[in-house]
Every structure is written in C-alpha cells, then in structure tokens.
C-alpha cells in the first residue's frame, strides 16, 4: 500500500480563485475546455463547480474539471496529466473536461514543457491532487453518513458505503468536500489497479483540432488589434547603424515603425533569456498583409558590432559570457573544428589506462563525426498577442516556462510580476525553441508603445534566420583492439560551435576498461538553444555508427555485441558515475531485438539497430532500409522504449513515431548553413524537411512493462535514430555516414553493402 | 483597396482590401476564420491548403482578386457535423500531435479522396507531398487517409 505526504506540493492545495464559484465554465475559445469524449455523450453543464484543489473542482452532477497545468506543444500532456488525475480521483474517464491551468507558479509550481521532464516531475503531484480529492468526498460522505471514512469506498465517480447499502454520486457531494480539511497523508491506488492509466485515451483536443478551432496563439485575436513584425540583422555579427522607414510609414494601413530592444542594457539574463539581436525595427498596421508589404520598403543599414559581454545570473552570481564580434561562415566553422579536434581537449573522463592501450593495441581505427546546425522550425512560426493597459500587461501565446520569460518582461515594461499574466496558448510544435520566449517582450514593448493591443508575428524567414539553432558538432572516437579483435580501449574527444556535446559518463563509458573523454568548444555569436534532446541528438549516432563498426570488426552480431558489453558495465562496471541502468539499457535492445525478428530479414531489406540512454528513459530502434530507384526508403522501423509507466500508449507511441521521423528526416536532410553571418536558407524551399515520400512506411512502437514511476518520452526516441539510419544506409552501400545530413546533396545510392 | 465578395463555405463574405493580399490572409485577418494556418508563405508546405471549387490550392499565394466567383471551402466548412470521413479517421487514429498542420493536411487529403476514392500508397505519397507535417505524424495520415477511404 502507497501512502504520500500531501505536503509535498502543498501549494497546489490553494483553490484556483480564477475559475472559482459556481457557473459555466469560461467560455473564451482558445480557454476552451476539451471534452474526453463527444459532447452527446457526456452530461450537461452542472450548476455549479466547487472547487477541491488547483487541480480539478467538480460539479454537482459529478462532472469533473481537471487542469493540465503545463503547456501542450503536440506531446499530448494536456491528455495524460488528467488521465493521472482522474486515475487516483477514481472518475470515469468520459465524465472529465479539460482546461490549459492559466500561469500560476502558486498552485502549479514550475509550468515547463522540456527536458521530458513534463510526467517525470509531476506524476506524484497528479496523483496526489485525484487522491486527496477522493479522500475528501470520502470523508465529506462518512459525516453525512455518520460511518468511518475507512468503510467508503469508492468507484468510477461514487461513493459507496457496503454495510449500510448507502450510495451517492460525487457531485453529490462535491459542496461538502470542498470544505473538507486538506488530509496530510493520502493511499495512492496500486498500479495493478489502474483503470485509465495505461489505457489509450484520445487527444482531448483531437476535435478541436480537425475542425479548424482557434486554439494557437497564431489565432488569438482581440478586436482592434494591430498587427506587427520585425526586421532583425540580416547577418549574426551584424548590429542596427540607422534605418529610414519614411517609404514604409508611409504604406496603406501602417501605424507607426520604431526600434525596441528586448533586453535592458544591466539586465543580468536567465539561462534562457538568449537573443542574438539585441535592436530590432518593429513595424505596426492594421493586417499582416500590409505589414508584411511595408517591412519590405525599409532602407535600413548594418554594421557589425564590436565583442561584447552579457551578464547571466548563475545561482545567484553573475557569470559574463563574451559573444564575439565576426561574421562566421560554414566553413571556417568546419576548418576551426577540425584544428580544435587536434589539440589536447579537457578531459572530463578518463578510466584505467588509455594511452597504454592505445599504445599497446594491435588495431586503431578512428572516425570523426560532424553534424550542421539545424532550425527548429516550428510549423506554428513565434508569434505572440500582447496588451499592455493600465500598468497590467497580458500575454498570450506559445511558449515552454512562463516562469522564464516573465523577469524580463517585468525588467522591459517596468511592471511588477504581479500585474503581468500569461496565458499559455497550444503549441504548433516546440522542439526547445520555445523555451526562449523573447519575442514576448519584443510583443509587450511594442503594445506598450502603441498603448493597444498588438499580435507580433514572425514571418517564416524571420523565424528561421533569427537564431537559437541547434549547435554544429564534432566527434572523434577511436578504438583500440588487441590482436583477437577484442575491444580493450575506447577515446573520445568531442566539441562544437560552441558547446560541447559530451556525456562523459554515458554508455559505453563504464563497460570499457580503458577509457577517455575529452571536449573542447568554440565561441561563437550565432545562438543556440535547446533542440529536441540537446547534445543526445549528435552523440547517439555518432557513438551508436562507431560502435556498429567496432562489433563488425569484433566479428560480433551489432545487438549481442552491445549487450555484452551491458553485461560487463553492470556486473563489473568500469569507473564511477555511470549514469545509466545497465539492465534497462539491456531490456529494450533484447525487446527490439524480439520484435524486428532480428535473425530474420527479408532479402533486399538493409537493417540498423541503434540505441540510447537520455531523459532518464531507453529507445533502440531496428531500421529495415530498401534502395527505390537510389533513394532510400524506409520500409519499417520497430522501437523498443523504457520509460516506466506508460500514461496513454497510442499517445506515447505516436510521441515516439514522431521522435523517428523527424531524426530520420534530420539524419537525411536536416542542415543550415551560414556564409559571412547570413543563414542560407529561410525557407522550406531551401531547407528540406521530411515529407511523406520519405517518411517510414511502417512504425512499430513497443513498451517495456514495469511499475517504474515514468521517465522522459518526448525526446529519448530521437537520437538512437540517427544512428539507425547510418547503420542501415552502411548495409545497403557499404559506405559508413560520418557527415550529416547524410544525403545532403541529394546524392544517388547504389547498393553495394554486405546486408549482412 | 477594393471590394470583394467572396463564396466562403456556403456563405458570401465581402472584405474590402488591397487585390493583391492572399486569401489566406484576407481568411485570418479580415474573416477571423482561423483554421488556415500560415506555415511560410510560399507554397511550400501546405498548412494553409483550402478548396477553390474543390480542388486544394495554397491560400497564402492566391491573391484574392483572382478568385472571383470560385467557391471557398476551408476547414470550417468541411463538414457540417464534423462527420466528414477524414475527420472521423483522423480521431480513429487520433493523429495529431501539435496539431498546427492538420486542418492543412486534411484539406489535402479531401481533395485526393474527392477525385480518387481508393488511393494506392503512391496516389496518398504524391498527393500529400506538399504538406509538412513538423511533429511527423505522417504514418498515422496515411492510415487514416485509407481508413476514410474505406469509409466512404
């Protein structure tokens, strides 16, 4: 049995006053609730809510409203965190509406969708809110009924009480329940007695979203509104020297063109306050398409700035990060990466003795891996509605973590926390970029000085030159064998413009005897920011391609080959630290394995296993590749995923479907590229995107079965994917892929693999 | 500016605006009909993807003053009931994930299925090739582009 402290998440316990009292709920469309189920087959509107918890309030004919209280950009949280919620509240599943919760760090702690921390971190808070709210209706049932709490039992939204044959529905006793003292300590449900976890449960948007409904920040409108853009550097490195926006001002519809800067000069930055242009020319009228007409006759001049210092707070000091003046290009970036690669790196890692190994070995062989910057590219592009009024300022649009943006907001309106709201509107997709929400103080600072309301929107060239890119990385790895094959050493030295994307102490650290790790990084002024599982996303098929060739040279099968090698870093693991569960690691190789038929391949079909450990979570994916007229085609990719309970299956499943093809079409296609500062590309004419031609023609998606609390989703299915991709393009052609995008050039395949 | 009366699901609309805006924009801005979504501008992938006497054409680089008497049908006039074929597979499947590019690529698929009923693989790969689905969700389109087939 399951007891948890109430006091954990005490917080939540405060009522949601915004939604408070009896009434229909909120009826402003992108607020929205989302029925679980059809509208004919749910009951009325009741006639009034009372409110238990942050988390849900019930009506008094016992429909329950739950609040999913991160925000949702596709990864379908705004389903599973109710479904949690529900589960321990014990409700039928078709009696529940769902609402976005509105910013609220009081009752919902830290609102972020990122780092697959989203059900990691809140599943016992979800669990607690259903199950105190049970716990209250119990007791608000036994005072009525004069019987101990203990004797109440409940099922699918009522209480029953066995001896005296009594019953009642929660609605019944949703008034007196909210009255009821918050429990200290409540019984969560056994996991073998879930009813909605680990059942499939449709996208409670899902309608909202084929008939066209106005959910995006995109489709936030307030009459009146003006509509606005901006003009940033055409080049990174290149800063405002003087504009003439007389022709523009004076197109049809034009309001007013100023410049705003987003941050103020002292402002010490959050880790996610990144803007690589500081001053920007803001452009106001009364349509997009005027707008977008008038940006167009702005005579503007650029300079290129001087190296200068911004001040980041870290922990509490303030650490001074230097971006550097020049307009950088592609290829010094690659010249820069291949000189640093040859000088002694810092070494964050080192296990037994890799130079005597290395020294003594019978064979080295040694591999470099690059990968490009990549583009977000959100289909929604940033855009964010913005009003300040009357010392209050309201946003709305798509963002991550409220919580990051909203000191800075305050720093540029000069309005206090207090008075700012932000409403979290659906996301048209996130993949990190929209953790660095600084177009919503360019948003407030232009409502402020047009003292009306205001949508910024960027238009997709903005969107995709104006930075905070996926960085461009490098790899070397060596290996070292004795003169039986057998693997006795591993080296790696990685770095990047300008992060390194190390994780010294991830597999195959701790499964070979001698090994080293070293980084090195490159400043740049091109941003970067987070992008679907950051740094994961290079090293998994850098590392998963390098250790394919060394089972190859091993003479061993790719899966038995890595599972030994799991054998040994958990029965006598090698160093400390080692941040992965070998048995787990091991689970979803020998499930994949299991799955694709492994020994089993059709003729003509070329296979890649691939797999990862990030975001406390295990992906290994099978690839069965064919060669159609020199391209490849992906015939079929089986995953095999470990990330604990799984909430809502098909959701999670299309999760990782997703994760598969987007590092399919990342692995192919996926590159930007810059010349003298400027992005090459700004638009999907130029940047290639994966496309249904080149998308699987089959994904499989397996779960482990376990009763582990649940661990990141949304990203752990990326990264092994690359490597999947190389290792079976590797079969087909039996050339290996160092170099992303791997069919950059739109280079023709023949096949000449092995297939073996 | 002009003048312009347009048949928009079933219903005529005048907007008074500059001939050259697309209509995708005239949809958004001067109609408040948000389902067409801008994605980039340049008919490149899709989101914006609306019916001009049923065959599926991009809303961003259709100026409006050559529409003329052409009928418009957008997401929200797909169906009445949301009872359309597509919007029931697309639940069956349940296939969004962030859901930006769907109104788009269900737009797509209508026209494929009004002119062929029963498309092979490669008749749904060409036919949806323009639209870009960011999350990759594509599998699950193409499924539930079969399964409304079969439907009706």
């Not at chain 1, 992965?580 to 979803?588: F, K, Q």
Request: glycine fraction near 8%; charged fraction near 25%; aromatic fraction near 8%.
């Amino acid at each position: 049995m399951s007891f948890i402290k109430t006091k954990v998440g005490r917080r939540s316990f405060l009522k949601n006053t915004s939604l408070a009292g009896g009434g229909i709920i909120l009826g402003f469309n992108w607020l929205a609730s989302c029925q679980s189920q059809p509208v004919e087959e749910i009951m009325a509107m009741p006639d009034a809510w009372f409110d238990i918890n942050a988390y849900l309030k019930i009506g008094d004919n016992g429909l329950v409203t739950i609040m999913s209280p991160n925000p949702e950009f596709g990864q379908n949280v705004m389903t599973s965190m109710p479904m949690v919620v529900a589960e321990e509240l014990d409700v039928d599943w078709k009696n529940v509406l769902v609402e976005q919760a509105p910013y609220n760090a009081d009752m919902y702690g830290f609102q972020f969708t990122g780092g697959s921390r989203g059900m990691m971190s809140r599943w016992e808070s979800l669990r607690m809110a259903g199950a105190t709210a049970r716990h209250m209706l119990k007791e608000a049932a036994a005072q009525k009924w004069q019987v101990p709490t203990r004797e109440i039992t409940t099922d699918a939204g009522k209480l029953y009480h066995k001896e005296s044959g009594k019953s009642a529905g929660y609605g019944e006793m949703a008034d007196a329940a909210s009255k009821v003292a918050v429990p200290d300590e409540v019984k969560l449900k056994e996991i073998r007695d879930f009813k909605i976890i680990g059942h499939s449960q449709k996208n409670v948007e899902g309608k909202n979203i084929i008939t066209g409904k106005p959910l995006f920040g995109m489709d936030y409108y307030k009459e009146g509104m003006k509509y606005a853009m901006v003009e940033h550097p055409p080049a990174f490195g290149m800063e405002l020297k003087s504009f003439d926006a007389s022709e523009a001002k004076a197109m049809p519809g034009i309001k007013d063109v100023f410049t705003i800067k987003a941050y103020p000069e002292d402002f010490v930055k959050g880790g996610f306050d990144t803007n690589a242009f500081p001053e920007l020319i803001a452009i106001v009228g009364n349509s997009t398409w005027e707008v977008m007409q008038a940006k167009k006759k702005l005579k503007v001049e650029w300079e290129p700035f001087k190296t200068y210092e911004e001040k980041f707070d870290a922990r509490g000091n303030t650490r001074s990060v230097t971006i550097p003046a020049g307009l950088e290009s592609t290829e010094n970036h690659l010249a820069m990466m291949t000189e640093y690669d040859k000088k002694p790196g810092k070494i964050v890692r080192k296990d037994g003795d890799p130079e005597a190994a290395f020294a003594k070995a019978a064979k080295v062989i040694e591999r470099t891996y690059t990968a490009p910057y990549l583009a977000h590219n959100t289909m929604e592009p940033i855009n964010t509605f913005a009003h300040v009024d009357n010392g209050k300022v309201f946003i709305a649009g798509p963002l991550q973590a409220p919580g990051f943006i909203e000191p800075a907001i305050s720093a540029s309106t000069g309005i206090p926390a207090e008075d700012i709201d932000i409403e979290m509107t659906r996301m048209g997709g996130g993949f990190g970029r929209r953790a660095y929400s600084h177009y919503m103080i360019e948003a407030a600072l232009i409502s402020q000085k047009m003292n009306a309301p205001i949508k910024l929107m960027y238009s997709r060239e903005d969107d995709m030159t104006n930075g905070i890119y996926r960085p461009t990385y490098r790899a070397t790895y060596r290996a070292a064998f004795d003169e039986n094959n057998n693997l006795i050493g591993i080296h790696v030295k990685a770095g990047g413009v300008p992060e390194s994307p190390l994780f010294a102490d991830r597999f195959p650290a701790g499964a070979v005897e001698n090994y080293l790790a070293e980084e090195w990084e490159i400043p740049s002024n091109i941003s970067i920011g987070a992008f679907r599982a950051p740094r994961s996303n290079f090293m998994a098929g850098a590392e998963q391609s390098f250790l394919d060739e060394i089972a190859e040279i091993a003479g061993k099968d790719p899966i038995d080959f890595r599972l030994e090698l799991l054998r040994k870093a958990k029965d006598n693991p090698v160093g400390k630290n080692n941040d992965y569960d070998a048995d787990r690691y091991a689970g979803v190789l020998e499930l994949v394995k299991e799955k694709a038929d492994w020994g089993n391949k059709e003729a003509n079909v070329y296979r890649g296993v691939s797999a990862y450990f990030c975001h406390r979570s295990y992906a290994a994916h099978v690839l069965d590749l064919v060669i159609e007229d020199k391209k490849p085609v992906v015939k079929k990719v089986t995953c095999a995923i470990d990330c604990g309970i799984v909430v809502n299956p098909d959701a999670a499943a299309n999760m990782a479907e997703g994760g598969v093809v987007d590092g399919i079409g990342n692995a192919l296609f996926g590159e930007m590229t810059f010349k003298e500062g400027v992005p090459q590309k700004k638009n999907f004419d130029r940047y290639r995107m994966i496309r249904m031609r080149e998308a699987p023609k089959e994904i499989e998606v397996h779960f482990v079965k376990n009763e582990i609390a649940p661990t990141g989703m949304g990203e752990p299915p990326f990264p092994p994917i690359f490597g999947a991709v190389a290792n079976a393009l590797y079969k087909a052609t039996g050339q290996r892929r160092y170099t992303q995008p791997f069919l950059g050039n739109n280079i023709d395949l023949e096949i000449k693999g092995t297939g073996s | 500016m002009a003048n312009f009366k347009l048949n928009i699901n079933g219903k005529v609309r005048e907007v008074d605006v500059d001939p050259q805006t697309p209509l995708l924009w005239v949809l958004r801005d001067h109609l408040q009909l948000f389902g067409t979504k801008y994605g980039c501008g340049v008919a490149q992938c899709g989101a914006c993807t609306v019916h001009l006497d049923g065959t599926a054409v991009r809303a961003c680089v259709l100026p409006i003053s050559t529409i003329r008497e052409k009928k418009i049908t957008t997401i929200e006039g797909l169906s009445e009931t949301t009872d359309h074929p597509l919007q029931k597979a697309w639940i069956e499947h349940d296939v969004p994930q962030c859901g930006y590019c769907q109104a788009g690529q269900i737009m797509s698929a209508a026209a494929l299925l009004k002119d062929n009923p029963s498309p092979s693989d490669q008749d749904i790969d060409n036919a949806m090739q323009g639209n870009i689905c960011r999350c990759g969700t594509y599998t699950r389109i193409k499924a539930a582009i079969k399964t409304a087939a079969k439907m009706s």
